[in-house]
């Protein structure tokens, strides 16, 4: 399963994140002008510039981002499974919110500069948004039982584990690891299961308090 969740967090990072990000910076060009032509973004982008490099670069940070939030998700899986089939939306609608409010901020260039900036955060939240959704429903069908994570071969799925020789991905994949082995039974089970439940309900409220306030400050 941690083999699985990277190759997951890869992809849809990949895609998601770093396609789905250039082509929202594009939209977003486009709605502002050529005013902010040349304007360093707050990820060291120049504004207008849409090359090959600098999109892959992007859609490197975003894979190997994509690999770090995937992770947390099968982290925290254990967690969430008990809400069914709303665990999808539930992780998409904390996803967008969560990372909506680390990345808008009134201080930086990106959403100063670009218009409309409720257009910016909009489809930014969106990006989050879509790729905890689609993590989530990856993460939830690699785990059944017969799925593809369960029949490929270790030539596949051996390869993608050498992230964790670094130990950022090291640390959260041990993390990720040890919290696979509760006892959803067991009382001292429960009470982390409760505990976590609602760091990740605070951390949301905070983050949508966040989110709210900064939208408020640049729309």
Do not use: C
Not at 26 to 51: A, M, N
Request: glycine content about 12%.
């Amino acid at each position: 399963m941690l083999s699985a969740t990277i190759l997951v967090g890869a992809g849809v990072g990949a895609v998601v994140g770093g396609l789905g990000g250039r082509l929202a910076m594009r939209i977003l060009f486009l709605t502002t002008g050529d005013s902010v032509k040349g304007v360093t973004s707050d990820d060291g982008f120049f504004i207008g510039r849409f090359t090959l490099a600098d999109t892959a670069s992007l859609v490197a940070v975003t894979t190997l981002l994509g690999i770090v939030a995937a992770l947390l998700y099968l982290g925290a899986r254990p967690f969430v499974l008990h809400f069914g089939r709303l665990t999808v939306p539930l992780t998409a609608l904390f996803y967008g919110v969560v990372g909506g409010a680390l990345l808008v901020k009134p201080e930086g260039v990106d959403f100063r500069v670009l218009e409309p900036a409720a257009l910016a955060i909009a489809m930014f939240v969106a990006i989050f948004a879509v790729f905890g959704g689609v993590v989530s429903w990856a993460v939830n069908a690699a785990a059944r039982e017969n799925s593809w994570a369960q029949r490929w071969s270790w030539w596949v799925l051996g390869p993608p584990l050498v992230v964790v020789a670094f130990p950022a991905f090291l640390i959260v994949a041990i993390m990720v690891a040890v919290l696979q082995q509760g006892s959803a039974a067991s009382r001292p089970w429960r009470v982390v299961r409760g505990g976590a439940l609602l760091a990740m309900g605070s951390g949301f409220s905070l983050a949508a308090i966040n989110l709210a306030s900064d939208t408020l400050t640049l729309t």
